[in-house]
């Protein structure tokens, strides 16, 4: 019974130095200490062979977070998918070692405590070749060790839907 309890609490990452402290990153993985490095941590993420470790990518996402895509329909009217981190992995690594770049273009920040949000304007290179560029709407929250994303909208720029000035660099 007592060592029930022990492993539940383990499980649980109620007693000190367990379950939790697991699940800290490396220091190559460190969490943003201000929502001003979100960006730049995305980029690092997700920057690198298609099929890469994406440890990074799951230290700096909430393990509940969710990816949403928006894009146009061929009728036009707008349509949208959303994946867990899970998904989004699968779904990259499948490109191989293809080599994607992201950069954050341009970015504001809202924040109020312990929450951001970030609106950021992103391209996205595979190969050395733009596939894409667009608005990311990042959510953010602050943790013990850090910022952590809770969730990212994303809408890619169509030839219906450019990048307003504004957003470029």
Known sequence: MLQTLISTAILAGVLPGTATMAQAPDAACALPSDPKDIPAALDAAITGPADKDRGCMK???????????????????????VENLDDWIARVKARGHAVLEEKQLKFRIERYGNIAHLWSSYTLESDGKR????????????ETGGW????????AESATAPLPKEYLP
């Open 59 to 81: 230290a700096l996402l909430i393990p509940e977070a969710r990816l949403m895509f928006v894009s146009l329909g061929a009728d036009g009217a707008p349509t949208y998918r």
């Open 131 to 142: 596939i894409a560029r667009g608005i990311n709407s990042i959510q953010a929250i602050k």
């Open 148 to 155: 952590r994303v809770t969730s990212i909208l994303v809408q």
